[in-house]
């Protein structure tokens, strides 16, 4: 767990969202998903670049939460 609340997880080296940044908020009235990429600069942290997306649509940030959730283990009974 990286924070209290907050499940994370070890990643394989050749899982597909490896070096992605994504974070995915779905709510009864709103859903919006933004993804990121490194695009593997090397210097300083403040002149990295990455490629991104940010959407609204419902279907797609389901589909990145789902996504994501099934690589983590547990009880889904316990998640927020």
Do not use: N
């Not at 709510?27 to 933004?34: G, I, K, V």
């Not at 002149?47 to 283990?73: C, Q």
Request: hydrophobic content about 40%.
């Amino acid at each position: 767990e990286p924070t209290p609340g907050v499940r994370g997880i070890a990643l394989a080296d050749d899982d597909p969202i490896v070096g992605e940044w994504t974070i995915a908020v779905v709510a009864p009235h709103f859903a919006a998903c933004l993804s990121a990429r490194d695009l593997g600069d090397a210097g300083p942290e403040a002149s990295r670049r990455f490629d991104h997306a940010l959407t609204f649509d419902r279907t797609l940030a389901i589909a990145a939460s789902e996504s994501m959730l099934s690589r983590v283990d547990g009880d889904a009974s316990t998640r927020r």
